[in-house]
């Protein structure tokens, strides 16, 4: 019988005009449901003692602790009695009040040489920090700075934003290169964006009941672009392919459907198993993202064996029109590439050297994870402008500006005289040991049962200082004074105390999470090539990557040597979250080539090749479509390592690492080496796992031969 996904091509190519019709509409009313549900935003990603924390302040309706925006202004030489100094400190006093529309306070640091204007923090943070770079310039003998709570939805618009004029040009310009005509670049990239804007469309009320972090917007974009474009890619050279071997149109489109169509639902279908592995850790976040991701692949997925083959039948050979001289054609001729049938006949001669050669590369790359510290960051690794010196010389002059922690206390009836004493000796303790500096903000709950406290803490907020000194609080301090008090409920939450949870729960998922995706992924592998090798080879080669992906990721983040190239001040670790998500996301699409270079193997073997025979052929033929994909999801990626969320280009600069690493050396070198080692045991299957389908076909043509006309 005919395969589900053949049938689905099958009409399409009979009906096109139906088939487009139903997916636009599909994308409308995905923008309509959209519309009509609204997006909801996370508003607090909190997890752990710090989520509980955030609920005593809800639960007994304590207003939370209020923050500050902060302008410091600073000069080595003047004083703040002198004309220049007075002048500055008025004009940004001004300012600040005319942005925030708030009364701004001043503060003189001993020794004059630092004024700190402090106001109620606003929702124009981003306000602010132009206004005081207008003041800085107005006053160029002083430093003016500011440092604050807000402007992460700004830049996370502007990300978005940027990330937007880019993915196309980047995208089109790398698919004319490799098709070497303008109407087949552009198909791909029509199918990547329509099924962009039906994900969008989704996540209105996907984000009911996972709501959405700001970056997850950004994240389905360039994700979603680059897998759509991977799948049109893969779907329109065989199409190509076929119709150069001689078949009619409409045959060359239900071989297609049955061979590329089918591929590319197997590595959809990968690729979503390996995001949802992110559900597992729990976290607000890592459900928002898996649910995006998982979206906009499955319409990648959906719009690639529904709606191609309706195009490329109204196209016919017209797709081949806008042909760019001296470009490549991928698809005409033989299909094979010249460069990578050559790397493989050299690899295929000396297998052994090769895996060793390309395996000592990849460790060397990978070495470097084993120092990987992953933390969140704040406001100072973001922009190449923010100093951290500077930071650090604010909160020297005015210790209390630095990241707070508030502790929420819920006392037992009857016990609120003792709690206020045990409340005093934690205060007294901490500044006594230097992991928080008075003076400390209170609030209390109506019916004065709970109490929250700032404690701004030791330390940048970001970095070990503040992290121990949250510790220390939870550990130490609580615990021989509140934790004394039958009944008392104690939470330590703020910035600080959600990276510590964060990164705790995530180290904790992590393992849950590789587990559960190898495994899924194995169990997919296994029934799709009917081989207990190919998958375990495809996790081992997987693995490799990703670990190369890592080491390239602390070369880069953790040292200093790529801040002014990339734009950022490194905080010396990797984002708490970004491990896990780079795990997730460069399993899934390294198992896209996989699957898409051994599906052609695979055909050989099935057609009478040897091994060797098949190894040659599937890579050789599938080569220029992978290093084309990968080439789009490179210069797609890219465009994460220039926006100016750190967590954003630390992503980019992974995956793009990665994505290059397999499509070169993994499936260039690697993979033709082992298969040639392991000769026919790559499909190896127990007798016990006979029963598995699909069975063998007969009907893969080798080389340049055109196919028999088949049914299923």
Not at 650 to 655: C, K
């Amino acid at each position: 019988m005919r395969s589900p996904v053949t049938t689905i091509g099958r009409w399409s190519a009979a009906h096109p005009w139906r088939a487009i019709a139903l997916w636009l509409a599909f994308v409308a009313g995905a923008l309509a449901i959209s519309v009509a549900t609204g997006t909801k935003s996370l508003q607090n990603g909190a997890v752990g003692e710090s989520a509980r924390g955030y609920s005593m302040l809800e639960q007994h309706h304590v207003r939370g602790v209020p923050q500050w925006d902060y302008a410091y202004i600073h000069s080595d030489s003047l004083r703040t009695g002198d004309t220049a100094f007075r002048s500055a400190i008025g004009d940004v006093r001004k300012r600040m009040t005319r942005v925030l529309g708030t009364s701004v306070s001043l503060r003189v640091a001993d020794g004059g040489h630092s004024a700190l204007l402090t106001a109620r923090a606003t929702m124009e943070f981003s306000n602010l920090q132009s206004t005081l770079t207008a003041a800085a310039r107005a006053h160029p003998q002083l430093t003016i700075s500011g440092n604050g709570p807000g402007g992460g939805s700004a830049s996370s618009d502007a990300d978005l934003h940027r990330a937007e004029k880019l993915a196309l040009p980047v995208t089109l310009v790398v698919l004319l290169i490799a098709f070497g005509s303008l109407v087949a670049s552009l198909v791909p990239v029509l199918l990547g964006l329509t099924a962009v804007l039906a994900a969008f469309g989704l996540l209105g009320p996907i984000s009911h009941a996972f709501a959405l972090d700001s970056a997850v917007k950004v994240i389905v974009l360039l994700l979603g672009m680059a897998v759509g474009v991977d799948y049109a890619l893969f779907y329109v050279v065989r199409s190509r392919e076929e119709r150069n071997r001689g078949l009619p149109s409409h045959e060359a489109l239900e071989r297609t459907a049955r061979t590329s169509g089918h591929t590319v639902v197997v590595a959809g279908a990968t690729v979503a198993i390996a995001m949802a592995g992110q559900y597992i850790v729990g976290t607000a976040i890592f459900n928002g993202v898996a649910s995006g991701t998982i979206a906009v692949v499955a319409c990648a997925v959906i719009g690639s064996v529904t709606v191609l083959p309706a195009v490329l039948e109204l196209l016919g050979p017209r797709i081949d029109r806008g042909r760019i001289p001296f470009l490549p054609h991928l698809g005409a001729g033989n299909g094979e590439s010249r460069f990578w049938s050559a790397v493989v006949d050299r690899v295929l001669r000396r297998p052994v050297v090769a895996l060793f050669a390309a395996t000592a590369v990849l460790v060397a790359l990978a070495l470097p994870a084993l120092s990987m510290r992953i933390h969140e960051p704040d406001s100072d690794t973001l922009t190449p402008r923010s100093d951290s010196a500077l930071v650090a010389q604010m909160q020297a002059d005015f210790p209390n500006t630095s990241e707070a922690a508030t502790l929420v206390v819920t006392s037992p009836p009857g016990e609120q005289a003792r709690v206020q004493r045990a409340l005093s000796r934690v205060e007294s303790l901490a500044a006594g040991r230097g992991i928080a500096h008075p003076p400390f903000s209170t609030n209390s709950s109506p019916d004065g049962l709970t109490t929250a406290v700032a404690l701004p803490l030791t330390g940048l907020g970001n970095n070990d200082a503040s992290r121990n000194a949250v510790r220390e609080l939870r550990g130490q301090l609580i615990p021989r004074t509140l934790a004394r008090i039958p009944g008392v409920e104690t939470a330590v939450t703020g910035t600080t105390a959600e990276d510590v949870d964060f990164t705790h729960q995530v180290k904790h998922g992590l393992p849950y999470v590789i587990a559960f995706v190898l495994v899924l992924a194995f169990i997919l592998l296994l029934v799709t090539f009917r081989s207990i090798v190919v998958p375990l080879k495809a996790i081992v080669l997987n693995l490799l990557s990703v670990s190369a992906a890592y080491g390239v990721l602390v070369l880069v983040f953790q040292h200093h040597w790529a801040q002014g190239l990339l734009g950022f001040h490194s905080n010396g670790a990797i984002i708490s979250w970004l491990p896990l998500f780079l795990f997730v996301v460069l399993f899934g699409l390294s198992m896209d080539y996989h699957v898409f270079i051994l599906s052609r193997v695979r055909e050989g073997v099935d057609s009478g090749m040897s091994n060797d025979e098949a190894v040659r052929y599937g890579i050789a033929r599938t080569a220029g479509v992978v290093t084309s994909a990968a080439l789009v999801m490179v210069g797609v990626f890219s465009i994460f390592g220039t926006l100016s969320q750190l967590d954003v280009k630390q992503a980019g600069v992974g995956l793009a690492a990665a994505i290059l690493i397999d499509a070169t050396i993994v499936r260039g070198v690697l993979l033709p080496a082992s298969m040639k080692l392991l000769g026919d045991w790559n499909w190896y299957l127990p007798d016990w796992l006979e029963w598995l389908p699909p069975k063998p076909r007969k009907d893969a043509a080798p080389l340049g031969e055109a196919a028999p006309a088949t049914t299923d």
